[in-house]
């Protein structure tokens, strides 16, 4: 597929209508995308622009936003409680990417390799759950770990005592990681698919062990989808609030259930805005630096 | 192949089976206890359907879904309009602006839906605009049709253009030629990610929540209210219906294409792996 639009001509080598249908062509696709071009400008973008502006406004005294040109709201985001849930959800993010990578590697591995005629069907076992409901299968994982759930009654049954799951940290990194590994899965599937696999077993023969034919053969090969999964699974991981409100608590709370919590209870917009755009901010320079150095990896390895 | 590499990796067929369990025990959790004739989440006591019935009899959770289906249905064609007049304009057209909107429309893929979501409430209101079903299925319809534009491309960049360049020597206009020869074609993709993105928009919570009003609210939304006031059997049952619903949704859609005989399902598209 790619490669087919890679070999195409980007024009036809000889135009066979003449210039006349070469403009009336573009005017087609110009008039195509207008309207989505004008509805995604309309909605999404400028719904942007509001949050940035009402950023610097400020909640009047009947509770309404008003638009400003203030720092404040930004200066109040600039304490150590803040500061600290702000950490709290880089931390979780960070470790929910890095556990979905120990995960996404052997499984998909096993599958691109092993999977026998099996490959996609057990590809859509892994699919399918991830498109149903996140909020029913946080939920599911709420019920399972609660006190009086099942873990729970079968570990005292079991003699050995009651383990309080939720309301810690690994609770909602597990829900976490469990939300969004799909992400990691697909992308080093595809690139373990594309790969030659007679390297891994010339790497078998030179170096002599799957550790170190993982490190020099597997790894480099795979290392586009691996970067590619690791936004994946950090961008939405970064964002999450569903996770901490369903398995953890106010200790465990990321950035998500404080965005939530300015806009749906603490009714305070402005100040909300601005940890959303503090938010996007941080993503943003995160993902350049982040890309910078994954592509001059790239160029150096080609 | 040698024998060496057909041999299993004990390491990654362990992870792997492992990996298979906890992805399906919370699912068989909820289905099994969604059978359950008591109210404990613990020990299973005996098979009933009294959750289902208390389901079907709760006015206010039918009206829920029936507003879910309603978002989704209009969600589905909405984006699938928009999103492939953008991915056939973004496909064929060569100019630096069509790079740049194509980058811009990619956006709402890479935002973290709570940023997408109170942006939207926020531009809602400030139109003053009432929240309702209304605003919420204007936010779904946006924020999909990023998916429906990267399927659809997808099936454009694998269709040769001499098809249509064929169409327009016989004497088609541009607008013919789409019609009568890209969009018969297009037919799998436009169905797989259709159904894609009504299983998304059916099952959206956050988007949903920052969106809604009052009453009546998604089924997603009513559900989250009710699991913060603490874990119920009734909502098992709920719970079951929606994950055999999105998963009948989602089989659907990775099963269309095939159905076609394209040897590219909506499944590689989404892993966008190769067939070799």
Request: aromatic residues 10%; contains cysteine; hydrophobic residues 50%.
């Amino acid at each position: 597929m790619a490669t087919r639009e890679v070999t195409r001509p980007s024009a036809p080598a000889t135009p066979p209508a003449g210039r006349r249908t070469s403009v009336q062509r573009t005017k087609l696709w110009g008039t195509l995308l207008a309207l989505p071009t004008a509805w995604i400008v309309g909605f999404f973008v400028s719904s942007m622009v509001i949050v940035v502006l009402l950023s610097f406004g400020r909640t009047q005294r009947d509770g309404r936003p008003v638009f400003g040109t203030r720092l404040t709201n930004y200066d109040a985001l600039w304490n150590e409680v803040y500061l600290r849930l702000f950490l709290r959800s880089l931390t979780y993010a960070v470790v929910t990417t890095l556990i979905c990578a120990l995960i996404a590697f052997p499984v998909a591995y096993a599958i691109a390799l092993h999977g026998g005629r099996f490959k996609s069907v057990l590809i859509a076992a892994i699919v399918v759950p991830f498109f149903a409901s996140y909020l029913i299968r946080m939920y599911a994982w709420s019920a399972l770990l609660s006190d009086d759930g099942v873990v729970n009654s079968a570990l005292r049954k079991a003699g050995l005592g009651g383990v309080q799951f939720l309301n810690t940290p690994y609770a909602v990194i597990g829900g976490l990681v469990y939300g969004y590994v799909v992400f990691m899965i697909l992308p080093v599937y595809a690139s373990l698919e594309r790969m030659d696999l007679s390297l891994i077993e010339a790497g078998k023969d030179l170096y002599h062990g799957p550790l170190r034919t993982f490190f020099s053969v597997t790894l480099p090969a795979t290392r586009a989808g691996l970067f590619g999964g690791m936004l994946l699974v950090f961008l939405p991981a970064l964002g999450d609030f569903v996770s901490a409100q369903l398995l953890g608590g106010p200790k465990t709370y990321m950035i998500g259930n404080l965005i939530q919590q300015q806009f749906l209870e603490g009714q305070n917009w402005p100040l909300g805005s601005a940890m959303t755009v503090a938010m996007m901010i941080g993503l943003t320079v995160l993902m350049v630096i982040y890309l910078r150095a994954t592509t001059t990896r790239n160029r150096e390895q080609a | 192949m040698s024998r060496r590499l057909e041999r299993r990796p004990a390491f990654a067929v362990t992870v792997t089976v492992v990996f298979f369990a906890w992805l399906y025990l919370p699912i068989v959790a909820v289905v099994l206890f969604s059978f359950n004739s008591v109210k404990s989440l613990a020990t299973f006591q005996g098979f009933s359907t009294r959750w289902y019935v208390d389901f079907f009899h709760d006015s206010s959770l039918i009206t829920s879904l029936t507003a879910s289906l309603g978002i989704a249905a209009v969600a589905a064609a909405g984006s699938l309009i928009l999103g492939t007049m953008l991915a056939l304009g973004l496909e064929r057209i060569r100019s630096r602006s069509g790079r740049a909107i194509g980058a811009v429309t990619l956006l709402p893929l890479v935002t973290p839906e709570i940023v997408t979501g109170v942006a939207a409430l926020l531009f809602f209101t400030g139109l003053g605009m009432k929240l309702s079903l209304v605003t919420v299925t204007l936010a779904e319809i946006t924020f999909s049709i990023a998916y429906v534009t990267v399927i659809v491309r997808g099936r454009l960049a694998s269709m040769s253009p001499e098809v249509e360049e064929a169409a327009r020597d016989l004497g088609c206009t541009p607008w013919q030629a789409v019609r009568q020869v890209i969009l018969p074609t297009l037919v799998p993709a436009l169905l797989g990610s259709g159904l894609l993105v009504f299983a998304l928009v059916f099952d959206d919570f956050v988007l949903a929540f920052f969106t809604t009003g009052v009453d009546p609210q998604p089924l997603p939304v009513r559900i989250y209210s009710s699991i913060r006031f603490g874990v119920s059997p009734a909502i098992n049952a709920v719970g079951t219906l929606m994950l055999a619903f999105s998963a009948l949704l989602i089989v659907l859609a990775l099963l269309v294409p095939r159905l076609f005989h394209r040897k590219t399902s909506t499944l590689d598209l989404i892993a966008g792996g190769e067939r070799p």
